[in-house]
């Protein structure tokens, strides 16, 4: 992101997440209902943890807006923990108290837990895993409803749906689904997937893997409609749109692997198999594409198909029945620490990943038709349209 910019700040069982938007232009209409119901769409799905059964929550808005609009200045989201009353000694702010309480020494494979505490010097583990939790990413979804609103002012739909889990996939064909109604039939699953079957499939994986104490991970996809053709450029390597949402996607805990379109699988397929041919059809605007195995992006820059973005995310680190690790402070083999934990958060992901494309989007179209208010990036989207 160049012209928007964020920050957050916060521990998974400290006081509360804060998030800091900067660059949103002024005169958005946002209140925090709109933010609460996907923070709300983030918290659910089969196999999460008791935490988000505790958590509920709800943004108070701290700055940026007045009677019910943007103001242009930074936009400040609070969101509280309400576990932090059960921790408050645990992670207390102010010097002193009992260090031993909930200290951690034995750290999870593939969790932050022992490259964290190797880089900043931390003896107890827990000063590493309150910050690396996915914890962060509630106030990430906040900060992203207010990319999304601003995107839907302009007819820009955003949308995800889980396409496998535990290695059980959903092949449902998501074309098929008008990107703004795909919301609508994934949150009605509870691994938020389309087709019934697989959902079955899928929640018997992590019903099982809970059983044998382990856990999943999975694939899921954003897809975005409504985009104007023109996002991003091929003219530098750091314009180049799939570059931007790629980081943005792969800075997401867990997420090990992204794809734009085909992805992986044009890899293995000849050209003509590949690429979206144009043909000519005056009654549709001129050039069309009749298929978008691009994803809605060729040589750095939106085409105007809709955007499919996928994203693989690894199982849970924390593993009921614990993996081989080292007790730290006793200098000896242990099983790793067990923290309270999801079994699957994909479906969770899903919903940080409309997020995460909607903060990158807003910003690529704020370059493009930038303004300092609602009106002005309007007239500029028009007339650019027009041209
Ligand atoms: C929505 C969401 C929820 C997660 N919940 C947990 C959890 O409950 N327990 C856990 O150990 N990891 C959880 N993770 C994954 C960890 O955050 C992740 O494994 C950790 O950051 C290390 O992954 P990394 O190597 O990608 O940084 C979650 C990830 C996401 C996106």
């Given amino acids: 992101m160049r012209l928007l910019r964020i920050l957050t700040a916060g521990e998974s069982h400290g006081p509360g997440l804060t998030g800091i ?73 102010e010097a002193g108290g009992d260090e031993t309480l909930k200290a951690v020494h034995i750290p999870r494979p593939g969790h932050a837990d022992y490259p964290g505490a190797m880089k900043y010097g931390h003896r107890d583990l827990r000063d590493v895993l309150e910050r690396a939790s996915a914890r962060e990413t509630a106030a990430r979804v906040a900060l992203g409803s207010v990319a999304r609103r601003f995107l839907e002012e302009f007819g820009i739909h955003v949308a995800s749906r889980v396409v496998s889990i535990g290695g059980e996939v959903d092949d449902t064909d998501a074309d098929a689904f008008p990107v703004p109604e795909l919301n609508a039939c994934a949150d009605s699953s509870p691994v938020r997937a389309l087709g019934a079957k697989a959902a079955r499939r899928m929640i018997a994986a992590i019903d099982a893997a809970r059983r044998d104490g382990d856990t999943l991970g999975g694939e899921f996809e954003v897809r975005v409609a409504g985009l104007p053709a023109g996002l991003g450029s091929y003219v530098h390597w750091d314009r180049r749109i799939e570059g931007d949402l790629a980081r943005a996607f792969m800075s997401l805990n867990a997420i090990k692997g992204v794809e734009v379109g085909m992805g992986f699988r044009a ?53 009921l029945r614990p993996l081989a690790s080292v007790d730290l402070k006793k200098k000896k083999e242990a099983r790793a620490h067990i923290e309270r934990s999801d079994t699957c958060a994909v479906p969770a992901a899903a919903v940080i990943g409309e997020s995460l494309a909607a903060l990158e989007l807003a910003d690529a179209f704020l370059i493009k038709f930038g303004g300092d208010s609602i009106p002005e990036v309007r007239s500029h989207y028009e007339s650019e349209r027009r041209a």
């Fill in 21 to 93: 938007i900067e660059g949103m232009p002024a005169g958005l209409a946002l209140d925090a209902a709109y933010i609460d119901e996907q923070l709300a769409r983030r918290q659910w799905g089969h196999g999460r943890g008791a935490r988000m059964k505790i958590e509920k929550d709800r943004v108070v808005i701290r700055g940026g807006v007045r009677r019910g609009r943007t103001l242009g200045s930074p936009i400040a989201l609070h969101i509280e923990n309400r576990d932090w009353k059960n921790w408050r000694e645990v992670m207390r702010v």
């Fill in 267 to 319: 890899a293995r397929l000849r050209g003509s198999a590949v690429h979206d041919e144009l043909f000519w059809d005056p009654a549709r605007g001129g050039v069309v594409r009749r298929s978008n195995r691009s994803g809605g992006i060729d040589g750095g820059v939106s085409t105007g198909e809709p955007l499919v973005v996928r994203a693989a995310m690894k199982p849970i680190a924390t593993i």
